[in-house]
């Protein structure tokens, strides 16, 4: 059972902004740093964003990340049909000494 | 370029082992912490076990813990996932991650698929 958790699903229009919310504790991340990441269909993941708002080489600024008190937000701006695919939030669980992931989202572009 | 090959899954029945591989290129491995990940059919990622970069450090999910060991042979520039006593509940798709040196984020292998069945 995840101990983050996202909307099961969000939907946009192509050229539209969606956001995606990753909520946990103070144990996860509350006091850790938060990462996202993308899975297409058939895939494996792939990271999105580090370190609460970090993009790693490669990706597009239309990704943005952000943490607020013990919950994360993905933005995706500029909607675009490869965009369609499964969004998680992960971190470091300090109490658990585990790692964590959210429920996942699935992004769909109308 | 990082990239990270597993190997070693198929199908065992349930209280069998398996050990699952992961070769490591492209970067200095013996610096990095090294993960498993899962993913079981139709389902979310679920983090399995991870080694600090000199094996100090290791820690596992509450699921799996007492039956599967995490290693990694630096020299060999490789990980390892022994599986031990499965159950149906660990079939999944089982991805070697690399964290980052500081901070958050996984790089990800293709992933290895273990199924567990009679």
């Known amino acids: 059972q995840s101990v983050l958790t996202q909307p099961p699903s969000v939907s946009a229009a192509p050229g539209q902004k969606v956001t995606i919310s990753c909520s946990g504790s103070?144990?996860?991340?509350?006091?850790?740093?938060v990462s996202w990441y993308q899975q297409l269909p058939g895939t494996a993941p792939k990271l999105l964003i580090y370190?609460?708002?970090k993009r790693p080489s490669g990706i597009p600024d239309r990704f943005s990340g952000s943490k607020s008190g013990t919950s994360a937000t993905l933005g995706i701006t500029g909607l675009q049909t490869g965009d369609e695919a499964d969004y998680y939030c992960g971190t470091w669980d300090s109490s658990l000494s585990e790692g964590v992931f959210g429920t996942g989202t699935k992004v769909t572009v109308l | 370029e990082v990239q990270l090959v597993e190997s070693g899954g198929g199908l065992v029945k349930p209280g069998g082992s398996l050990r699952l591989s992961c070769a490591a290129s492209?970067?200095?491995?013996?610096?990095?912490?090294m993960n498993w990940v899962r993913q079981a059919p139709g389902k979310g990622l679920e983090w399995v076990s991870s080694i600090s970069s000199s094996s100090s450090y290791i820690y596992y999910a509450d699921s799996v813990k007492g039956r599967f060991t995490i290693s990694r042979d630096n020299a060999k520039n490789s990980l390892y996932l022994q599986m031990n006593s499965l159950r149906a509940e660990d079939t999944a798709v089982y991805y070697c991650?690399?964290?980052?040196?500081?901070?958050?984020?996984?790089?990800w292998g293709q992933g290895t698929l273990v199924t567990v069945s009679s």
């Open positions: 991650a690399r964290s980052r040196l500081v901070g958050s984020g996984l790089d």
């Open positions: 492209g970067f200095t491995f013996s610096s990095y912490s």
């Open positions: 370190d609460n708002n």
């Open positions: 103070s144990s996860n991340i509350g006091n850790n740093y």
